[in-house]
């Protein structure tokens, strides 16, 4: 019988390459990227009530309300695309009640994958960050630089990465990380996130082929 699709939560502190993996686990698992962040910023790009309240939480680094992001994140997991392809769910949850928020719904993961990287480098990468408008593409100016100079052009930057809101990002991770993570123990992988891109993603993608082939051999999937 066919296998369920595989869903998984990616999390780390701002800056710790949770986009960046994001690109190469989809490009490779076909999953459906969920990132809270890019719901959030798209909401304020369409100028709603909601998008307003976002980012001036946003703006100072702390963590939109509930009420706000629980429905935004529920409604995205609930298309067809993440159904049948799986998802990959990107910044959510945040706190414990984003947690169960989301159990209540029905919705568990198979992985919860945790990125590691030390705070003095996290500073270094957001300020360098620099984003495609055209293809969604992460860059960073030391890096990974843009291939052309028509793309250099055009990167544009986060609102919100300036060394001083990167701290109180910083400051938000800190304060909720344990309790997040404190709900997904049992099926917590730590990835040293401070090596290169393709190192970094070599160590996901063997922990995710392991995990599919275990699932390929396991007696409940005969
Ligand atoms: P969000 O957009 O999720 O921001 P974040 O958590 O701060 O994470 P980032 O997007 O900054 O970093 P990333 O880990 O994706 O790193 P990236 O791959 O880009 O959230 C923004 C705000 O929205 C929050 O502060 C909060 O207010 C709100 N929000 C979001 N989710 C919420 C929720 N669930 N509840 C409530 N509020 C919520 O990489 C960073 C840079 O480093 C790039 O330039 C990249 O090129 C470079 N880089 C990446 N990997 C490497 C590497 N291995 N080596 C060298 N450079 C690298």
Redesign the pocket.
């Known amino acids: 019988k066919a296998e369920p699709p595989l869903k998984i939560m990616i999390s780390?502190a701002?800056?710790?390459?949770?986009?960046?993996?994001c690109e190469l686990i989809t490009q490779k698992y076909g999953l459906v990227h969920i990132?809270?962040?890019?719901l959030?910023r798209a909401e304020i790009a369409s100028g709603s009530e909601n998008g307003k309240l976002a980012k001036e939480?946003?703006e100072k680094?702390?963590?939109?309300p509930d009420d706000i992001?629980v429905m935004m994140v529920k409604d995205r997991l609930s298309q067809t695309d993440s159904e049948q392809n799986g998802w990959l769910l990107?910044?959510?949850?945040?706190s414990s009640s984003?947690a169960t928020a989301l159990k209540g719904f029905g919705f568990q993961p198979d992985l919860f994958i945790l990125?590691e990287v030390p705070e003095d480098i996290l500073i270094e990468?957001?300020v360098?960050?620099?984003l495609d408008p055209v293809t969604g593409k992460?860059?960073?100016l030391k890096?990974?630089p843009p291939e052309t100079e028509e793309i250099a052009a055009r990167l544009t930057q986060r609102f919100?990465d300036t060394e001083d809101k990167a701290k109180l990002?910083l400051k938000?991770h800190n304060q909720n990380v344990s309790d997040v993570l404190s709900m997904y123990d049992d099926i917590t992988i730590k990835i040293k996130?401070n090596?290169?891109?393709e190192e970094?993603f070599s160590q996901i993608d063997t922990a995710l082929s392991q995990m599919l082939q275990q699932r390929n051999t396991s007696p409940s999937s005969l």
């Open positions: 780390g701002p800056a710790s390459g949770k986009g960046t993996q990132s809270a962040g890019d959030l939480f946003m680094g702390q963590l939109v992001v990107d910044g959510y949850p945040r984003q990125l990468r957001v360098g960050r620099r992460i860059y960073h890096y990974s919100d990002r938000t996130g090596r290169s891109k970094v």
